[in-house]
């Protein structure tokens, strides 16, 4: 739908400004993961908004780029600021820009970036929220602590309009006193799983030649201690050595997490120890068009993260149907219905995790109907273009109020 379409069928044309508060540089032209912001400002543009997007910068790094995704032009400010552990302090050129958006999206609500955007511009600002409170974020549970004492309870901010990604993310924020919260989760943009491929790389066409009989389980993601890779290894040794299952393999894609070099080598050390070279595929880190050739071939998929804010990889998983095994956190929390779209096991018992596997991969039917309800609720609800009208109600809710 085009701008004029839009226009037509009641909608405003807005400018939107999604503003990244994390004082992280983000490396917007790779290939090999899907961005959320990008996502949602180009269903946006789809339906002819104008959409621009702020991300921090280090000294000297600071520009502003036009870029194309999925053949719509999005505007990008790479600006600088300071890092106030993690808080991107951006200088004052960002709230100029913002005077020029109708609409300014901020990401976390514990951010000083985003109260001070709503402090400056409360009628046209809504937050986007992700995180939650967790046993395993200590760091963040402290640094949240400290924002609620200094900022949470100045200028009404507990009054700003939220977007959760989760049910667990919009509970926490509730027991803190927000009150206008509405939990509509992440999107997908399939554009990067859906790009042409021109040639398969040979250790890709080596594990789609291979498959046969065997029966593949898929990670993707960082090989770190928050992704608990290491439990993996332990339920692939207990299906091939205790149970006999000597067919499985474990497919891991993904490179080792930010200064988490040793756990990495610790994993492969595990590998050699348990002799599971031959069970255990490592395919490194890899584009994502190349997923839509392997998300396929697996029979599970398993992610048995100690937190994530949401987790890309389930959409991506669940879009190409594969039946998932994981534990609570926020994507699974909102995606997850049991023994429908897959499975939620919180324990950190091998055996049991081995047990399910082994009772998703066998019982073929289940796994079938499984796959096909994953990738119905992915379609039909969380693509970015599905799910963008109601961020378009939200933001139309600002201006009306306003």
């Known amino acids: 739908m085009g701008a004029d379409e839009n226009i037509a069928s009641g909608g405003r044309v807005m400018k939107i400004l999604l503003v990244r508060t994390i004082a992280i540089e983000e490396n917007l032209g790779t290939a090999t ?19 621009g997007l702020v991300y921090f910068a280090k000294k000297g790094n600071h520009r502003t780029e036009t870029m194309l995704s999925d053949g719509y032009k999005l505007t990008v ?11 991107a302090l951006y200088n004052k050129e960002l709230f100029d820009i913002c005077k020029e958006y109708d609409v300014i999206q901020t990401s976390e609500c514990d951010q000083i970036c ?36 200094v900022f949470t309870w100045r200028n009404g901010f507990r009054d700003a309009r939220v977007i959760t990604k989760s049910k667990l993310a919009e509970d926490y924020l509730r027991a803190k006193g927000f009150r206008n919260i509405v939990t509509l989760g992440v999107g997908l943009n399939p554009y990067m799983l859906n790009r042409e491929i021109e040639h398969v ?10 498959k046969g009989k065997q029966k593949y389980l898929l990670y993707v993601g960082a090989i770190s201690q928050r992704k608990n890779t290491m439990f993996l290894l332990r339920v692939l040794k207990t299906l091939v050595k205790n149970m006999g299952y000597d067919e499985y393999r474990l497919l891991i894609i993904g490179d080792k997490a930010y200064k988490e070099e040793w756990y990495f080598n610790h994993c492969f050390s595990y590998i050699d120890e348990q002799s599971l070279q031959d069970n255990v595929i490592y395919l490194g880190k890899i ?10 071939l697996c029979d599970i998929y398993l992610l048995a993260t100690q937190y994530d804010i949401f987790g890309m990889v389930y959409l991506e998983a669940m879009y190409f149907g594969v039946t998932i095994l994981t534990t609570s956190c926020g994507g699974s929390s909102l995606l997850i219905q049991e023994g429908v779209t897959g499975y939620i096991l919180d324990s950190q018992n091998a055996d049991e995790w081995a047990e399910k596997a082994e009772e998703i991969i066998e019982n073929e039917e289940k796994n079938k109907l499984m ?30 109020d306003g």
């Open 33 to 51: 993961y899907n961005n959320q912001g990008i996502g949602l400002a180009t269903a946006l543009s789809e339906l002819g908004h104008e959409c």
């Open 77 to 87: 400010y790479h600006i600088e600021g300071k890092n106030l552990v993690w808080n």
């Open 114 to 149: 985003s109260w001070q955007i709503y402090k400056r511009f409360p009628e046209k600002t809504v937050i986007y929220h992700g995180p939650y409170r967790s046993k395993y974020t200590k760091k963040y549970n402290i640094r949240s602590r400290f924002f609620d004492l």
């Open 201 to 210: 790389p040979e250790k890709l066409e080596k594990v789609i030649h291979e």
């Open 287 to 296: 584009e994502q068009k190349y997923l839509r050739l392997l998300y396929p």
């Open 371 to 400: 796959h096909d309800n994953a990738q119905k609720l992915i379609r039909d609800n969380y693509l970015w273009a599905k799910l963008v009208p109601r961020f378009l109600e939200v933001y139309r809710g600002l201006l009306t």
